[in-house]
């Protein structure tokens, strides 16, 4: 699965991939090969990159288009 919105989410900021992989605690490369789809992320990777941008991972996944994350369950 290639993540296109990791990638744009990441331009739109003007940040490297560098700055997310330093985020990420991983190698560049790592990342890199995430955003270009050759390798999969863990669910818990995407969980952290929901939280850096403050989206949901069903957006990062492109389930849906709305960029506010969900709200939290208080119970």
């Known amino acids: 699965m290639k993540y296109e919105r990791i990638r744009n989410l990441r331009e739109d900021k003007d940040w ?3 700055n997310i992989a ?6 560049r490369r790592t990342y890199a090969a995430y955003e270009n789809g050759i390798n999969s992320m863990t669910p818990e990777t995407l ?3 929901a939280d850096i941008y403050g ?8 389930r849906t288009d709305v960029f506010e994350p969900y709200p939290k369950n208080n119970t």
Not at 55 to 60: M, P
């Open 47 to 49: 969980c952290k990159i």
């Open 16 to 18: 490297t991939q560098q």
């Open 55 to 62: 989206t949901s991972v069903d957006y990062l996944l492109g």
């Open 22 to 27: 330093d985020m990420l605690f991983i190698n």
